[in-house]
Nanobody, 118 residues
Framework: QVQLVESGGGLVQPGGSLRLSCAAS????????INWYRQAPGKERELVAG????????HYADSVKGRFTISRDNTKGTVWLQMNSLKSEDTAVYYC???????????WGQGTQVTVST
């Protein structure tokens, strides 16, 4: 059974940090790109960050470059998204997924809520 389980979301003040985790099981994790998408209320789901199979190449949305860092450990089947200098506009449900590239997705997680507010 394929599973992608996100954790680490919560409420944080502007300027703060959070670290999201995505734990995978039930498929060949090391053979898939892993991406983080987010969806804010009333907006379309968007790609935030992605990492390739080896972990050597990453992709970020312009809105998060320099603030977010994606990383993976293929031995643990886990991907992390370190989010620093958070802004109110980062408030959204964050989803991890696995696929053939940054925007070709095979599996989705259930999402974790991130709220940036005073």
């Amino acid at each position: 059974q394929v599973q992608l389980v996100e954790s680490g979301g919560g409420l944080v003040q502007p300027g703060g940090s959070l670290r999201l985790s995505c734990a995978a099981s039930g498929f060949a994790f090391s053979k898939y790109f892993i991406n983080w998408y987010r969806q804010a209320p009333g907006k379309e789901r968007e790609l935030v960050a992605g990492i390739d199979i080896s972990g050597d190449n990453t992709h970020y949305a312009d809105s998060v470059k320099g603030r977010f860092t994606i990383s993976r450990d293929n031995t643990k089947g886990t991907v992390w998204l370190q989010m620093n200098s958070l802004k109110s506009e980062d408030t959204a449900v964050y989803y991890c997924n696995a696929g053939a590239s940054y925007n070709i997705v095979a599996f989705w997680g259930q999402g974790t809520q991130v709220t940036v507010s005073t």
